[in-house]
């Protein structure tokens, strides 16, 4: 087993841990905590396969982007609301069943799977077909989530204002 494995295996579980957490504690600024964890270890995952480009922008957009966003929405709106916000699982078993049957897919996809697969070679310098490609065809994607982030603090500024 080499390190790489080790560290592997050490990042899913913290990965399931938090994931797991997100859905089942009762506190909802705890669960975004928690999905603020396992969004940084899905970008652990993709820094293990050697894509410190898609680590950074899983880090940038989603742990520190979205998190922020939705962190300050929850705290807007429990200033707004008095109370404490507090979530509810109600579908608990019926979400263990969909969660199962997507593991059991998944697993029967890996089984199948071929083990050996040889990477492609990459490029010297891969900033130039990088900075193509955000520009080419994922601008307009690239332009949208700026734009939802931007009317997601809207939101959240429309609800926490008051009506003085």
């Known amino acids: 087993m080499t390190l790489e494995m080790v560290g592997f295996w050490m990042v899913a579980a913290v990965l399931v841990a938090s994931s797991l957490a997100v859905v089942l504690t009762p506190n909802l600024f705890h669960a975004v905590l928690y999905l603020a964890a396992a969004l940084?270890?899905?970008g652990l995952v993709f820094l293990l396969l050697d894509s410190p480009f898609l680590f950074a922008v899983q880090l940038l957009l989603y742990a520190?982007?979205?998190?922020?966003?939705?962190?300050?929405?929850?705290?807007?709106?429990e200033r707004l609301v008095g109370e404490r916000i507090v979530q509810t699982s109600r579908s608990l078993l019926n979400?263990?069943?969909?969660a199962g049957a997507v593991f059991v897919g998944v697993v029967g996809?890996?089984?199948?799977a071929p083990r050996s697969v040889l990477r492609p070679t990459l490029d010297a310098d891969a900033i130039p077909a990088i900075g193509r490609a955000l520009?080419?065809?994922f601008a307009?994607?690239?332009?949208?989530?700026g734009l939802l982030l931007v009317v997601a603090l809207l939101g959240a500024l429309y609800f926490?204002?008051?009506d003085e």
């Not at 520190?64 to 709106?77: D, H």
């Not at 996809?109 to 199948?112: K, Q, S, V, Y």
């Open 40 to 42: 940084v270890a899905t």
């Open 64 to 77: 520190v982007g979205v998190m922020t966003v939705v962190v300050f929405a929850i705290m807007l709106t």
């Open 160 to 162: 926490a204002r008051t």
């Open 109 to 112: 996809f890996l089984i199948r």
């Open 95 to 98: 979400g263990a069943v969909v």
């Open 135 to 137: 520009v080419g065809p």
């Open 140 to 145: 307009v994607t690239l332009e949208l989530l």
